[in-house]
């Protein structure tokens, strides 16, 4: 097998919410998506998605997922989309850097790999971990009255577990921290994702005021040494997020115990070749995860599922469901959500067909 063609399309994610704030008063309506469609010189095709999180999140812009992707085109056509490691050692030697580029390209391999082999991708990855995943959901930055409201809101959708947007002035901050706590019922967990918005003298202030909290802080400051001092001030529990992005950053956090937990997403560290391997370690460390990526559609909840349901549970801190916080279909065959919790598909590779309605005509078509 060998990819011939491959098409990028770009699709808008419009949120069902209206608008999506973390840190710093950064928001988003509206997510740039962009789908790989790797074609192969047989009957095959195997599909990816990367989705940032807005330009201002992470190093990564919908239109520069789309420029990287022609970039990496011409070295990758003519190659076996089925030999992981060759066509990753080739998109790292010709494109430094730019992870997020990778990423939807190897996802499609992954889901052609599937495919070839008659199996989804979540026995490739390690086999089916129990009956299905447990899901967050996060709770967008807004007064204190209401991200408790939606608390509530979402347990009844299912979910018990949330990760509130704080990350702005500390006082309200505070106020958010605990308004959401004392909604909490027993069995539920709370996440005060801060997603590096504090400077460490406001992140120490919200630490020790919300001290006698049953929570965890997630990447308070925007660099791993400020996290790191915020860390060594406080007993809450601890995840580190933004830091994380490749395996000397996962070992340097271990040496440091810097953290309890991480969020691993899967465009961050390059696609799933490279999540898996740090999935993989962190399980030999005994780190739980949050498996997930930057933001996304069906096709890249299909691969955070598949990801998440071949971790073994103990390991699984929870997972999310891009689908279900956009109101367009950019695939059929994608895991819903039922009652907090999610599957990821049986049937070969991701188990997804693209929805070309909504996909449109491909912005850029590469060949040999």
């Known amino acids: 097998m060998k990819i011939t063609e491959i098409h990028v399309y770009q699709v808008d994610l419009p949120l069902a919410e209206g608008r999506y704030t973390w840190s710093d008063g950064r928001h988003v309506d509206v997510f740039d998506s962009t789908v790989v469609e790797l074609v192969t ?34 070295h990758i056509i003519g190659l076996d989309p089925t030999n992981l490691g060759q066509i990753n050692g080739v998109m790292d030697t010709a494109l430094l850097g730019h992870p997020y580029v ?83 019922v027993a069995g539920e967990t709370l996440v005060a994702d801060a997603n590096t918005g504090w400077l460490v003298a406001d992140a120490i202030r919200v630490v020790n005021a919300v001290a006698d909290l049953d929570v965890y802080i997630e990447q308070p400051c925007i660099s ?21 992005d490749g395996l000397h950053a996962l070992l340097a956090a271990y040496q440091d115990l810097a953290m309890d937990a991480i969020n691993l997403k899967i465009s961050k560290v390059g696609g799933l070749t490279k999540a898996r391997l740090i999935r993989d370690l962190c399980v030999s460390l005994q780190i739980p995860m949050t498996i997930e990526d930057s933001w996304g559609g069906d096709i890249i909840t299909s691969a955070i599922a598949h ?51 909504n996909l449109g005509e491909a912005v850029a078509i590469y060949r040999e």
């Open 41 to 74: 010189d047989g009957e095959l095709r195997g599909y990816g998605e990367v989705c940032p999180l807005g330009p201002f999140y992470l190093p990564a812009y919908g239109a520069g997922a789309r420029a990287g992707i022609g970039e990496l085109a011409h």
């Open 102 to 184: 990778k990423s939807a390209i190897d996802m499609a391999c992954w889901d052609l790999l599937g495919k070839s082999a008659g199996k989804p991708v979540c026995d490739l990855l390690g086999g089916r971990q129990g009956e299905s995943v447990e899901l967050y959901r996060a709770i967008s930055q807004r007064p204190a009255d209401e991200m408790a409201q939606n608390v509530a809101l979402y347990r009844d959708q299912g979910y018990r577990r949330f990760q509130l947007k704080v990350g702005g002035d500390a006082a309200a901050d505070i106020a958010r921290i605990r308004a959401a706590s004392e909604v909490l």
């Open 224 to 244: 791993y040494e400020h996290s790191l001092t915020v860390r060594r001030q406080t007993r809450l529990p601890f995840i580190l997020d933004e830091n994380i």
């Open 307 to 357: 990801l998440a349901h071949s971790t073994p549970e103990r390991f699984r801190f929870s997972s999310t469901d891009f689908n279900s916080y956009v109101t367009v279909r950019n695939a059929i065959g994608a895991p819903q959500r039922d009652n907090g919790h999610m599957k990821a598909s049986s049937e070969p590779g991701l188990g997804v067909t693209p929805d070309f309605d």
